[in-house]
């Protein structure tokens, strides 16, 4: 830890009345303890009194973004916090026990020991500095004799029996599945099949807290997490959705734009999600929210079906406006198919480098294999000459010459040594060392960026990585029509339509991109030239415009 970090503690022990019940790990941290000024003391104790998240928000000052993002720690605005638990309360004003399953700082926590003055409090975390924060704030506002703190994983917590409902609240921590270990991935699966969901090793770890929720909530428990919003459309997290469908008793989404920061470091989208175990309502609502001064109450939202909701693959299709597509205009996807590009699975060992001196030249595709390369290109990619190989053998290494596949097997030979052959995408190929690029596409896409995506005509005729589309023809296009497409695209899209994750990146899957509306081919060239006349006559009554103010002034 860092010196903030040491401050932070040093001040949590002096405000924590009640240090025999600290946690084995707030104990070794509180050892390290320094005095400090009483002056000092006395400000914190007075701003968090009024309300104020001194600790959590000193806590975000002196751990880095990338630090905190390691664990999940992502702190909830107040707004969100105060939105949630009036939801709560409108629900079951008495519940018996509350449950903050990576309680941090202890925001949520105390709001809710406001609300719910006669409920036992639980708060779970890894982190004990969170519990000494989350700890000192209860000692001062009041409720520290009815809280118990767990320093654990909320997936293996043991907690005691409840008589009546409990209340989960919070926001699970965000950590993406390349750091959930294979234990944890295992136990997702099993328990996750255990509730008939199809479970996806994929899933991030707030849908493992999901899950977890799901495992050990009775009927008439209730809940609201506020988390990332991607699991609404992608595969990993068909199991989530599947719990609110089924058991969990989902109730209502709030999906809230990135533009109103639901979460104050990371520029993303954010979901409300709110569940009522064992009593289902008979619609499940849905809601986009601009500002978060209007997310609450939470009893907002556009009411739909459970047969069409169970239905669908795809949750944000609900949130979006259906406007009938304008006369003259189609789908991009009447015009060509999207496609993303390949995933190689070992970069390291398919990305031509030193080694590749032993593959014949044949197999050296030209490859976009960075987004910025695409960027950089402009609206056309000409020349193949500034990007890498990617290694693309055949299935069948028979059509190798002798000399060709000795070379060739020294390169598998090192490949292995970088796990190329054990990586799970490889493990999916008909043989591990064939990647089978696609055919170069007519036109290829950025698909996650913090700008709309950049269209770029491929007249290199350069393969793709997974770090773009490609856009296919259906018909044969000729080329003054795909230049005026890839005008059109370039000029009118916006990052509408795509999903916003973590850190801003707006992302458009294949679907998304064919749902973009352009003008019909019998028509887009007119269009064009409308659009351009348009802009030069506007150009010209500016310019006209600011010469008859020059005149002016010199009349004067």
Not at 326 to 332: D, V
Not at 361 to 372: D, H
Request: one cysteine or more; hydrophobic letters at 40%.
């Amino acid at each position: 830890m860092n010196a903030g970090e040491w401050k932070l503690v040093s001040i949590a022990c002096a405000l924590i009345d009640q240090p025999s019940i600290l946690t084995a790990g707030e104990r070794r941290l509180a050892s390290k303890a320094r005095p400090i000024e009483k002056s000092i003391v006395a400000e914190c104790r007075e701003r968090i009194a009024k309300g104020e998240d001194v600790l959590g928000d000193g806590f975000c000052r002196h751990r880095s973004p990338e630090k905190r993002r390691e664990k999940g720690a992502t702190y909830t605005p107040l707004p969100i916090v105060d939105a949630m638990v009036s939801w709560a309360k409108s629900v079951d004003p008495r519940p018996d026990r509350v449950i903050d399953p990576g309680i941090g700082s202890g925001r949520f926590m105390s709001a809710a020991a406001k609300a719910f003055p006669d409920a036992s409090l639980i708060g779970v975390d890894i982190d004990p500095l969170a519990l000494l924060m989350a700890r000192a704030n209860a000692c001062i506002l009041g409720y520290s004799r009815r809280l118990h703190l767990e320093l654990a994983d909320y997936r293996e917590v043991d907690l005691p029996a409840c008589p009546g409902n409990t209340l989960f609240i919070g926001n699970p921590p965000y950590v993406r599945h390349h750091e959930i270990g294979d234990r944890w991935k295992r136990w997702f699966e099993a328990t996750a099949r255990r509730f008939g969901f199809k479970a996806s090793k994929l899933a991030g770890l707030h849908i493992h807290f999901f899950l977890r929720t799901r495992e050990i909530a009775n009927h008439g428990d209730y809940g609201a997490f506020i988390t990332s919003a991607e699991w609404l459309d992608v595969n990993y997290g068909s199991a989530l959705r599947g719990m609110l469908v089924d058991g969990l008793g989902g109730s209502a989404v709030h999906v809230i734009d990135p533009k109103a920061q639901p979460f104050a470091d990371a520029f993303t989208t954010g979901a409300v999600t709110c569940f009522r175990v064992g009593d289902r309502p008979t619609h499940f609502n849905m809601r986009a929210v601009h500002k978060l001064e209007e997310l609450a109450p939470l009893d907002k939202g556009h009411a739909i079906e459970w047969d069409q909701i169970a239905k669908s693959h795809k949750w944000s299709v609900f949130l979006r406006e259906h406007k009938p597509t304008p006369n003259g205009f189609i789908e991009l996807g009447e015009l060509f198919r999207a496609h993303r590009g390949q995933v190689t699975g070992a970069n390291a060992a398919w990305i031509a480098g030193d080694m590749a001196r032993l593959i014949p030249r044949r197999f050296l595709r030209p490859t976009v294999t960075k987004g910025r390369e695409l960027l950089a290109a402009g609206a056309e990619l000409v020349s193949a000459n500034g990007l890498r190989r990617v290694v693309d053998l055949p299935i069948s290494l028979d059509e190798l010459l002798p000399d060709e596949l000795k070379d060739v097997r020294k390169y598998l030979a090192w490949a292995k040594t970088l796990g190329a052959e054990d990586s799970y995408v490889a493990q999916q190929r008909r043989a591990w060392w064939a990647i089978e690029l696609r055919s170069p596409a007519t036109m290829l896409v950025t698909y996650m960026a913090r700008q709309p995506p950049a269209f770029v005509l491929n007249s290199a005729k350069a393969r793709h990585l997974n770090i773009a589309h490609g856009l296919y023809p259906r018909q044969s296009i000729n080329i003054p029509d795909l230049r005026a497409i890839l005008s059109y695209l370039r000029s009118h899209t916006s990052t509408c339509g795509g999903r916003v994750y973590a850190g801003g990146l707006v992302k458009f899957e294949p679907k998304e991109l064919e749902r973009l509306r352009v003008p019909r081919l019998e028509d887009i060239h007119g269009y064009l030239a409308e659009e351009k006349g348009i802009a030069q006559a506007v150009a010209a009554r500016r310019t006209a415009s600011g010469r008859s103010h020059g005149d002016a002034r010199v009349s004067q």
